[in-house]
């Protein structure tokens, strides 16, 4: 059974469109996490989600929205989407919010806009 | 402020050769470190991990990792690698904030392994 899961894998789209990355937990945790990885494979936390209390990443555009509908789900919704958001979006989760938990990450989704 | 800085970009190796990838961390309190390595086209994989006790870490895949506070050090180690060992490798920092834990990834290194 997969951990962490993220759909879809692959998101190609034109520039400022709308979209959606979903992603899941089956683990039970209570703190879920998105990530960006850029081109040069940097990873760089953007929201983390504990109990409905959402920390963001304070360069995030606010074009970039994270919901989430239960405790299993995290999506983020990005708006008007533009070349530099091209990148792979990671979802991890954790089972608390301590400095012990080790953090689960999804398959990752690579999104390119044209 | 904390960061985690990967002196490597890349390496290459020849199969059944050592392996060391190096990390260092900026953390003013006592670091939580992790590795994670990332197989192409894969999500992330927790190798090790550190939180106390123990300055030598075992992992999974036959990987170690050694502590060295007074060189703000957590070098990856494996005595023979496989060829399988092809992927990116990921340093970690943990920070604790009032909501959650937040990582702090260095920029990676590349591992090419040759036969």
């Known amino acids: 059974d997969t951990a962490v899961s993220q759909t879809p894998k692959y998101l190609v789209t034109q520039m400022g469109n709308d979209k959606s990355i979903k992603c899941e937990q089956n683990l039970g945790h209570d703190t879920m996490y998105w990530y960006k990885q850029d081109s040069k494979k940097f990873l760089k936390i953007m929201f983390s989600?504990?109990?409905?209390?959402?920390?963001i990443n304070e360069t995030v555009p606010n074009r970039f929205s994270p919901k989430s509908p239960d405790k299993a789900h995290l999506n983020l919704h990005i708006n008007s989407l533009e070349l530099g958001d091209s990148a792979v979006y990671f979802c991890?989760?954790?089972?608390?919010?301590?400095?012990?938990?080790?953090?689960?990450f999804g398959p990752g989704t690579r999104l390119l806009v044209l | 402020a904390q960061s985690v800085t990967q002196p490597d970009i890349h390496i290459t190796v020849s199969e059944g050769a050592s392996l060391e990838l190096r990390c260092n961390y900026s953390?003013?309190?006592?670091?939580?470190l992790f590795w994670y390595v990332q197989s192409p086209g894969q999500g992330l994989q927790l190798l090790l991990k550190y939180f106390s006790g123990d300055t030598l870490v075992q992992g999974i895949k036959g990987f170690e990792a050694e502590f060295k506070r007074s060189q703000s050090s957590f070098n990856l180690r494996k005595p023979s690698v496989h060829w399988s060992d092809a992927a990116e490798y990921f340093c970690a920092v943990a920070n604790p904030t009032n909501t959650g834990n937040q990582f702090y990834f260095g920029t990676g290194t590349s591992l090419t392994v040759i036969p």
């Open positions: 953390y003013g309190a006592t670091p939580y």
């Open positions: 989600y504990n109990n409905k209390e959402l920390i």
């Open positions: 991890a989760s954790s089972h608390d919010r301590g400095r012990q938990e080790t953090q689960y």
